[in-house]
């Protein structure tokens, strides 16, 4: 049975850093892409940073580009975000996610697996 485990998430002061865990078990997913998403109070879950497997590339959205800094350990099964300068419209829980294989983009139809979040609090 696979599953994602976020960790890392809570209440923080603007500017200040985060970094955010996630665990993967079931499976090995060191071929596959894997991302971050939120999903603010009442608006829909967006793309926030993926990487691919081979740890080559990374992806980031607008947002967060220059802040945000996703990484991954293929050997502990494990993604991380680290996030600087933290922002209040930051503020959303945070979900990782596995892409389906082959997926060549970040959309939510793209992922095959979900974590169940985790909250991110910025106090401005």
């Known amino acids: 049975q696979v599953q994602l485990v976020e960790s890392g998430g809570g209440l923080v002061q603007a500017g200040a850093p985060l970094r955010l865990s996630c665990a993967a078990s079931g499976r090995t997913f060191s071929t596959y892409r894997m991302g971050w998403f939120r999903q603010a109070p009442g608006k829909e879950r967006v793309f926030v940073a993926g990487?691919?497997?081979?740890?080559?590339?990374?992806y980031y959205a607008d947002s967060v580009k220059g802040r945000f800094t996703i990484s991954r350990d293929n050997a502990e099964n494990t993604v991380y975000l680290q996030m600087n300068s933290l922002k209040p419209e930051d503020t959303a829980v945070y979900y990782c996610?596995?892409?389906?294989?082959?997926?060549?983009?970040?959309?939510?139809?793209?992922?095959?697996?979900w974590g169940k979040g985790t909250l991110v609090t910025v106090s401005s």
């Open positions: 996610a596995v892409a389906r294989p082959g997926a060549t983009n970040w959309f939510l139809s793209a992922m095959d697996y």
């Open positions: 990487i691919s497997w081979s740890v080559v590339r990374t």
